[in-house]
């Protein structure tokens, strides 16, 4: 019996059909059996990770702990009580004592303040305070003296100067304020350059009193001044004998009065010999307007 062409066909059409089915089962055995075995080796490596096993070797780390707790608080315990002691002999006063300063006016008693004063023990340190003040000073022999005064007061009583500071004592100085009028009077001069004002260095002047007899000469320094004290009250003539170098001699004298206590100033003028060209620019000039006019000069 002869098969048609067709049938064959089918045939083979059916055996690839089979085959391909069967393939198709195949492979996703295959592959869910690769992944089984790549969950299988992650499944191994937590064995590999015994390493939690150091962590048994943590548990050493006790010992640590109560060994560092109990040595650093048996240790830190005597410095504790060791340090009071050592502070103890610097804050107890027993040896030292307190000095107070104060300052008053010698005529009224009122006090004065800021009146600077050094005390300190016989060889030092020294410490300056000003009035009024307490402060703390070693015992012993303490000495004091006045560093510097206030206002007008020319006078300073200290009282007393030397003591003797026993330990734990309470010491008071006071220092008496006073004013003294001087019985002399001064006078300062003052030399300038005419033109420019600036001060000049080198002339020479004469004050002579009204009777004669007192005659004082002094030079101006480089600032320009030169200045004569311990004039006794009354009329003094005071006149240029040097002028500096390049200037023409002012013989023109002054009179003035001394007074005690009193300083009194004068300011002499001299012409420069050669006087110097200024040079004038009308390009700077500032136009002046007339007011009545409107003219412009």
């Keep these: 019996m002869k098969k048609s062409p067709h049938r064959i066909l089918v045939a083979v059409a059916a055996i690839l059909v089979a085959l391909a089915t069967a393939a198709v089962f195949v492979v996703p055995q295959a592959r869910a059996d690769a992944p089984a075995v790549d969950s299988s080796s992650p499944a191994d490596t937590p064995p590999a990770a015994s390493p939690p096993a150091p962590t048994t070797v943590e548990s050493s780390t006790p010992p640590r702990s109560t ?41 009224d008693g009122h006090a004065v303040a800021g009146v600077r004063v050094e005390l300190g023990p016989e060889h030092g340190p020294f410490q300056t305070v000003s009035t009024p003040s307490t402060v703390r000073v070693p015992a012993g022999t303490v000495r004091a003296s006045v560093a510097a005064v206030v206002g007008d007061y020319n006078i300073a009583v200290l009282e007393p100067k030397s003591f003797t500071l026993a330990p734990g004592q309470a010491y008071s100085i006071v220092v008496k304020m006073g004013r003294q009028h001087s019985s002399v009077g001064a006078v300062s001069i003052t030399k300038r350059d005419k033109v420019t004002g600036a001060v000049l260095a080198g002339a020479r002047f004469r004050v002579t009193h009204e009777s004669g007899d007192l005659v004082r000469e002094t030079t101006t320094s480089a600032a320009g001044v030169a200045t004569i004290g311990e004039l006794p009250p009354g009329g003094y003539r005071v006149e240029e004998i040097a002028a500096p170098a390049g200037y023409v001699l002012d013989r023109t004298p002054h009179f003035i009065e001394v007074h005690r206590g009193k300083t009194r100033f004068l300011t002499f003028y001299d012409t420069p010999i050669e006087q110097p060209v200024v040079i004038r620019n009308p390009a700077h000039r500032v136009p002046l307007r007339s007011i009545p006019t409107g003219r412009i000069y």
């Design 67 to 107: 060994e560092s707790p109990s040595a650093p608080s048996s240790s830190t315990t005597p410095p504790s009580s060791t340090t009071p002691s050592t502070t103890t002999p610097s804050t107890t006063p027993r040896g030292s004592g307190t000095v107070s300063v104060t300052a008053v006016d010698m005529v």
